[in-house]
């Protein structure tokens, strides 16, 4: 069975950074594409940033030029690097993979920018 655990999370100030991580066991990690989504209260579920095998990239025009994901493939982790932090990313971060909506969720960890 897949499991996705998401590190990381945590309170920090305005401007400040946080490195989430999220760990799969059970699939093959090395072949999914992987995503970052994010929740916040009252909002539905968005993509953040996701990252392909080749290692390409997108992101959600929101986070362009201060967050960055990418991957370990030794180690089944892919990352969610947030600088700059905003009080409006404020959230639950889920990270994603296979990347899609029939792929497996992490339970989120909670990312609290204060202003």
């Known amino acids: 069975q897949v499991q996705l655990v998401e590190s990381g999370g945590g309170l920090v100030q305005s401007g400040g950074s946080l490195r989430l991580s999220c760990t799969v066991s059970?699939?093959?990690?090395?072949?999914?594409?992987m995503a970052w989504y994010r929740q916040a209260p009252g909002k539905q579920r968005e993509l953040v940033a996701a990252i392909f095998t080749g290692g390409s990239t997108n992101y959600t025009d929101s986070v362009k030029g201060r967050f960055t994901i990418s991957r370990d493939n030794a180690k089944n982790t892919v990352y969610l690097q947030m600088n700059s932090l905003k009080p409006e990313d404020t959230a639950a971060y889920y990270c994603?993979?296979?990347?899609?909506?029939?792929?497996?969720w992490g339970k989120g960890t909670l990312v609290t920018v204060s202003s």
């Open positions: 059970g699939g093959r990690f090395s072949i999914y594409a």
């Open positions: 994603n993979g296979p990347f899609g909506p029939r792929g497996y």
